[in-house]
């Protein structure tokens, strides 16, 4: 990855895992938001790439924050002063 992008990704942090297992995330720091579109576009517009990095195959994609739920919240009760 740093190969193709060079100087525009800053650094890549991958989950730390034993040597039999996949890392399951990693995170990649651009250095400019306009080049996230670039990394994670190169195969397509569908906002996921695939990419071969330290010897594991890892999909990129823009992380989203996810919102919680309306029904995640039902049934629980806030304390009462």
């Not at 525009?8 to 039999?20: H, K, L, N, S």
């Not at 195969?43 to 990095?53: A, E, M």
């Amino acid at each position: 990855m740093i190969r193709m992008f060079g100087d525009f990704i800053e650094t890549i942090f991958m989950q730390p895992v034993e040597a039999d297992n996949q890392p399951l995330f990693a995170r990649i720091v651009a250095r400019s938001p306009s080049m996230v579109s670039a990394v994670v576009d190169r195969d397509g517009s569908d906002g996921k790439s695939k990419y071969y990095i330290n010897g594991k195959h890892v999909w990129a994609r823009k992380y989203v924050k996810r919102t919680p739920s309306k029904d995640a919240n039902e049934g629980v009760e806030s304390p009462q002063p």
